[in-house]
C-alpha cells in the first residue's frame, strides 16, 4: 500500500549515490552494478564524505596520468581522521575507480578487485608489523604475509 510505496521512494532517495548509472538506462542489473556501489563506498572510505565524492575521486585520475600528479590531487580529498599511507591511498583509489567506470570496464569481483584488495591487505599488514618494536627498540622481522595467509586466519 501506500507505506510500501514511501519506503521505496526513500530507499531510492537515500541510495541514489550508490546505484549504478546503468539502472536508469534500463539494463539489467547484475554483480557489476554491486561493483559500482561497493567502489562509491570505497571512496567513502577514502574521504570520509558521502557518495558524492567517488565524482572527486574518479576525476583525480582524469587527466593526471602521473601517480605523483593523482597523488597531489587525492591528498586534498583524503579524510585526515584516517590516516592513509599515501602509497595505499593512490593504490586503493584506484580500485575504486576501476569500480566506476562504465559497466562493461569494471572490473571482476572475484578475479580482480578482490585480488586486489587481498594485496593492499597483505601488503598493509606487513608494513603495521614491520613498523612495530620489540622491547629493546629493535625492529620486529615479519614473517612472510600473503593474501592466502591472512584468508587462512580469518
Not at 521505496?8 to 549504478?20: E, H, L, N
Not at 600528479?69 to 590516516?83: G, I, Q, Y
Not at 598493509?124 to 586466519?153: F, H, I, R, Y
Amino acid at each position: 500500500p501506500a507505506h510500501t510505496s514511501e519506503q521505496s521512494v526513500t530507499w531510492i532517495k537515500d541510495s541514489i549515490g550508490y546505484i549504478a548509472p546503468e539502472y536508469f538506462r534500463g539494463i539489467q542489473m547484475g554483480p557489476v552494478a554491486d561493483v559500482f556501489s561497493f567502489g562509491v563506498i570505497m571512496c567513502e572510505m577514502l574521504t570520509g564524505r558521502g557518495p558524492t565524492s567517488s565524482e572527486d575521486i574518479a576525476a583525480v585520475f582524469d587527466g593526471n596520468p602521473l601517480d605523483t600528479e593523482a597523488l597531489s590531487a587525492l591528498r586534498t580529498l583524503l579524510d585526515p581522521k584516517a590516516d592513509w599511507p599515501e602509497h595505499q591511498a593512490l593504490r586503493f583509489a584506484k580500485l575504486a575507480v576501476a569500480c566506476l567506470l562504465p559497466y562493461k570496464k569494471r572490473p571482476n569481483l572475484q578475479t580482480q578487485l578482490v585480488p586486489g584488495l587481498q594485496q593492499l591487505s597483505a601488503e598493509a599488514s606487513a608494513a603495521a608489523v614491520a613498523a612495530q618494536k620489540q622491547p629493546d627498540g629493535a625492529p620486529v622481522v615479519p614473517a612472510a604475509v600473503t593474501a592466502n595467509s591472512l584468508m587462512e586466519s580469518m
